[in-house]
Every structure is written in structure tokens, then in C-alpha cells.
């Protein structure tokens, strides 16, 4: 039980698709991130949101669409990707985003774009 | 943003002490030094972190050199299942809670 789930575990699409992933926390967090692991390549943050509100674009490509309805749920919609945005997608929440506040991650979602 | 070295893979035997440094010359006064870890398919798990004193947890202990130009995350006693790839990673007070993985130690644990 690791606090942070994250739904679909595997998830394979056709580069033409529309789909969404989805975070949800049940910490009592207020921040929540997104980051990408692509093979051989160490993490890298993609969104930070905080109290909802999205604070951090890290020069993702629009073809990823963050949302954040609520405090406990985090989303990441995903349409026209490429081949190269196959990776894990994990993401993770903090109580806030102090540098004194360690990070909780999901297992994360392997996206496989044929 | 303070760089950090750590080796590539480190191997140990299972019930014996681990340590795994880090370098982080870089680093500013305020920065925290956290400690994550992955296991095979799974995402990071935090082990610790600190800021100068030496932390302490169920899961390992930190030590932080009196300069913090390093630190060192001692596993006491490595079982199989601390195999996992060891981040250290140093946050600014300016990072927004921005984690910034580098590749990390690659730790094997042996019977």
C-alpha cells in the first residue's frame, strides 16, 4: 500500500488515440507531480500542481494535457502521442512542496505507443 | 541545481553492511539531501533525508559529511529485496519541490 495508485498499470495505443491516465491519493497531500521514465533515461518532472492549481510546465509537448480536479486526483490526458512518448508515467504527491517533504510515488502506467 | 556523482553499480552480500556515497560539492547550506530508491518495476520509494546532522529511520541511516560536500546511505544489514537503483538528490529551497534524478547506484545484493 504505498498511498498513490495509479490505473491502468500497462496501457498500449495507437498514436492516433486520445486516452487518460489517473493518479489518486489518499494522504491528504496538496501537491502532486508527473514524471516520465523513458528506457535508460533517468526521471524527469513533467507537471507539479499545488492546491490544484498547476504551478510547473516542464516543456512538455501539448499533446500532454494535465488535470487536477481535486486535491486527491491527478490525471494526465494524452492524445496524437509518438513513438518516442512510450515510457513509464509515474506520478507522485507530497504534503506540500517544501524541500523538506519527501515524495510519494504510484508503481506508474507503461504507455507502449504503436 | 547542486550535481551530484554517484557510482554506477555497487555490489554487496546479503546480511553485511552497505554503503552508498554520494558527492554533492555543489551544494548550497540550505539544500535538504534526500535518498530515494527503485525497485524492478515499481516506482521510487523515499528512504531518507537530511540537512547537516546524521538521520536515522527504520530503513537506513544517513551520514552527512561535516563539509556536505557528501553524504553516505548505510543499509545495515542488506536483504535481498534492498536491490534497487539509489538516488541521492540534493533540493534547493527555490526547486518547488522539483525532484532531479540523475542515473543513480545500481545496487546487487548476493546470497
Known amino acids: 500500500e504505498t498511498g498513490v495508485t495509479q490505473t491502468p498499470r500497462h496501457l498500449v495505443m495507437g498514436m492516433t488515440n486520445k486516452k487518460s491516465l489517473k493518479c489518486e491519493q489518499h494522504l491528504g497531500h496538496n501537491a502532486m507531480y508527473w514524471y516520465k521514465q523513458s528506457a535508460k533515461k533517468p526521471l524527469e518532472l513533467m507537471f507539479v500542481y499545488s492546491l490544484e492549481e498547476r504551478v510547473e510546465n516542464n516543456s512538455v509537448p501539448s499533446r500532454f494535457s494535465p488535470e487536477c480536479p481535486n486535491s486527491s486526483h491527478l490525471f494526465l490526458h494524452l492524445h496524437t502521442l509518438q513513438p518516442e512518448d512510450s515510457a513509464l508515467y509515474l506520478c507522485a504527491s507530497s504534503q506540500d512542496r517544501d524541500r523538506n517533504q519527501p515524495q510519494h510515488f504510484g508503481d506508474g502506467t507503461r504507455l507502449s505507443i504503436l | 541545481d547542486a550535481k551530484t556523482t554517484q557510482p554506477n553499480s555497487m555490489e554487496s552480500n546479503e546480511e553485511e553492511p552497505v554503503h552508498l556515497p554520494c558527492n554533492h560539492s555543489?551544494?548550497?547550506?540550505?539544500?535538504?539531501i534526500h535518498w530515494y530508491r527503485q525497485l524492478p518495476s515499481q516506482g521510487p520509494e523515499y528512504v531518507i533525508h537530511g540537512l547537516t546532522s546524521n538521520v536515522n529511520n527504520r530503513m537506513a541511516s544517513l551520514a552527512i559529511a561535516e563539509d556536505r560536500k557528501s553524504s553516505t546511505l548505510i543499509l545495515h544489514r542488506a536483504t535481498l529485496r534492498d536491490a534497487a537503483v539509489y538516488y541521492c538528490i540534493p533540493i534547493s529551497y527555490n526547486q518547488g519541490g522539483k525532484l532531479i534524478f540523475g542515473q543513480g547506484t545500481e545496487l546487487s545484493v548476493k546470497p
Open positions: 555543489t551544494i548550497s547550506g540550505t539544500d535538504y
